[in-house]
């Protein structure tokens, strides 16, 4: 079964810092790794996915940063907004690559 | 997302009821889950379901148990509520062919249900 280490586990960034979030994982890397983001009082929701045959995929201010060798990859969010402030989960597929597993979660707090 | 809803949002109940956390989507997916969420745990798979004919159990499956209606309805029971049970419960849903054209299934979750067990 996949295992996936997150941390940290809280974050405080200043407006316009980088908030990094790294992850870890056991087993052989599948189709894709994705991020959520989730705002309180709702559902978790797709942020950035990337797939293992790429070391970096950007979309906007949100980078992920894979490194297959070491089975590790990162978000990193350029330029932190208060508006980021969320929880934000790592995931990785397991076995039929639909079931997902996630880590533990980052709360992100990006102060003005 | 409002295409999956969850019914109730917020539920308190005693230890020993039966109870039944309900999830209906309007997004024509066919594979469902069941998630809950507890502070430091992140997301722990509870059981899942590829198609009306198949559910599978996740990483914590006991106490709990699932019925899959009709491929727009997910339902979680609780057979005997305990305090243990106390956490956030989230419902999602997902596409196989969207690996087939984008490369990635993405998961979509509905509002929670957030439960106490007295």
């Known amino acids: 079964q996949q295992q996936v280490k997150q941390s940290p586990q809280s974050l405080i960034v200043q407006k316009g810092g980088i908030s990094i979030i790294n992850c870890a994982y056991e087993?052989?890397?599948?189709?894709?790794f994705p991020w959520y983001q989730q705002f309180p009082g709702k559902g978790p929701a797709l942020l950035i996915a990337?797939?293992?045959?790429?070391s970096e995929k950007k979309e906007g201010r949100f980078t992920i940063s894979f490194n297959k060798s070491a089975k590790q990859f990162s978000l990193h969010i350029m330029d932190s907004q208060p508006g980021d402030s969320a929880t934000y989960f790592c995931a990785a597929p397991d076995g039929t690559a639909s079931k997902l597993t996630f880590g533990t979660g980052t709360r992100l707090q990006v102060t003005l | 997302d409002a295409d999956v809803t969850q019914t109730p949002r917020n539920r308190i109940t005693k230890t020993g009821k039966r109870i039944m956390l309900e999830c209906s989507q309007t997004?024509?997916?066919?594979?469902m889950y069941w998630y809950r969420q507890d502070p430091g745990l992140g997301l722990q798979l509870i059981y899942y379901s590829f198609d009306v004919k198949d559910i599978n159990k996740g990483e914590i499956s006991d106490g709990y148990s699932v019925s899959r209606q009709a491929q727009a309805k997910f339902s979680l029971s609780l057979e005997s509520a305990i305090p243990n049970q106390t956490a956030l419960y989230f419902c999602a849903t997902s596409d196989r062919r969207d690996r087939l054209l984008t490369g990635l299934e993405t998961q979509y979750f509905g509002p929670g249900t957030r439960l106490l067990v007295l």
């Open positions: 997004k024509g997916h066919d594979r």
């Open positions: 990337i797939r293992p045959d790429v």
């Open positions: 087993n052989t890397a599948f189709d894709y």
